[in-house]
């Protein structure tokens, strides 16, 4: 089902607040054309609202995969919601597993070699090991 002109039925949705719609609507996209990447970035920005970041970041390395074949989607931009996503998804792992989280974040180094997060996936898997503070944890006047 099409949205507005240019725009899909699931990111209608997204602008409206309706996220388990919008995941409902873009997995149906994906029935009738499994090699377009917008569904899976539509269904990914849904479960990143519903903070479903492990979701999000598989529906994101499927839209990169598929965008590297048929590049419809900016890369720049489904690069930085990748890594958006992993951060988020290690953060909750980190709750119960460090090496968990270490493992999820060391995934943008291998979708992404030349990614522009690369560096930033590893400083964050040096904060996550407890190896490299963030600027907050430096300051000392909050």
Do not use: C
């Not at 597993?97 to 898997?125: C, F, I, M, N």
């Amino acid at each position: 089902m099409a949205g507005r002109y240019g725009m899909s039925f699931a990111a209608e949705l997204l602008e409206q607040g309706k996220y388990e719609e919008a995941i409902d609507a873009a997995t149906s996209a994906l029935e009738s054309d499994k090699a377009n990447p917008e569904p899976f970035a539509d269904r990914a920005a849904a479960y990143d609202y519903l903070e479903r970041y492990a979701e999000a970041a598989g529906d994101l390395e499927l839209a990169l995969a598929l965008n590297a074949v048929a590049p419809v989607i900016d890369q720049d931009n489904l690069d930085d919601a990748f890594f958006s996503a992993l951060v988020g998804a290690a953060k909750i792992d980190a709750e119960t597993s460090v090496d968990t989280a270490v493992t999820r974040l060391a995934r943008y180094p291998q979708v992404l070699p030349k990614g522009r997060h690369v560096q930033d996936a590893e400083d964050w898997r040096k904060r996550v090991r407890g190896e490299m503070k963030s600027l907050l944890d430096k300051r000392t006047d909050y």
